[in-house]
């Protein structure tokens, strides 16, 4: 059966004055999946997000979300999106309940906050202000919000980037039930490790372009196949299983 594409981009270009951040990429995302746009920093990530996200003008190209075309329908596309706002973007002195309640007017679309919250492991927090979370639960919290107009598809753009090992593995675990309960999740990240684990597929992108496009499995094993070798005899473990051991997988934040 064929996957039904849930955002079509096709020769995407995005210029700021005479530089072209994005020159002509093309790339579909499957509904379900759990995509990653993977990248150096001003690979142009974020501008095609951003693009997609109806908040950025395109220079050129045709981009489709949920069959919407973006030139026609950008308010009917931000109905069945959800996006993670810049922890700054909070009313730092709102609790969270009083945050999901005023996101909830704003959408019109009423919400159980105890339910949301508890969701993200944050039912604790729900007369906490924002300003008062650790980094963990911040991004939980932001995670838990783009849900709030119950969309098809979210966009989170490096949405681990700062926490510690345990806050970024309960991330991820909660991204993939994100995922399990029928959400596209469209990501960006600069962690190989993150990709490896999250994403169904992921394009990587240099200097505006898109150089390859695959699961993560399918493109380690065309770089095997191609003859390459660590340089170094791998080893069961890294430094990071040894962290995770001997500190334990609980998260620390409360
Ligand atoms: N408003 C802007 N005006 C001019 N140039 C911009 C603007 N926004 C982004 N750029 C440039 O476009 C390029 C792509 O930026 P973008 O933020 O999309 O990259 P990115 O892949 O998301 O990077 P990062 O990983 O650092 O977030 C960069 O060279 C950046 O300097």
Excluded at 97 to 116: K, M
Excluded at 136 to 153: V, Y
Aim: hydrophobic share 35%; glycine share 8%; net charge negative.
């Amino acid at each position: 059966m064929e996957r039904k594409k849930i955002i079509e981009v096709k020769e995407l270009v995005k210029q700021y004055g005479d530089f072209t951040a994005v020159k002509g990429i093309s790339f579909d995302v499957f509904e379900g999946e759990i995509f990653g746009l993977l990248g150096p920093n001003g690979a142009g990530k974020s501008t095609t997000l951003e693009i997609i996200e109806t908040l950025r003008e395109k220079t050129a190209g045709k981009v489709l979300v949920d069959g919407l075309d973006l030139d026609k329908s950008p308010e009917a596309i931000k109905t069945r999106i959800g996006v993670q706002l810049q922890t700054s973007g909070y009313y730092p002195g709102l609790t969270l309940t009083e945050l999901i309640d005023l996101f909830s007017g704003l959408y019109n679309q009423p919400v159980n906050a105890t339910e949301l919250l508890s969701r993200f492991n944050l039912e604790d927090k729900a007369k906490a202000k924002f300003k008062e979370l650790s980094g963990g639960q911040k991004q939980r919290f932001s995670i838990a919000t783009t849900l709030i107009n119950k969309p098809k598809i979210i966009f989170l753009d490096e949405p681990t980037t700062g926490l510690d090992p345990q806050a970024r593995r309960n991330l991820w675990e909660l991204i993939q039930q994100v995922r399990a309960h029928g959400t596209t999740v469209v990501i960006t990240t600069h962690y190989m490790d993150e990709a490896e684990f999250l994403c169904d597929r992921c394009a990587i992108v240099d200097s505006g372009q898109i150089i390859a496009i695959d699961s993560p499995d399918a493109l380690i094993d065309q770089l095997v196949s191609s003859g390459f070798e660590r340089p170094k005899q791998v080893k069961k473990a890294n430094l990071e299983d040894v962290f995770i051991q001997l500190t334990g997988k609980n998260i620390r934040e409360n």
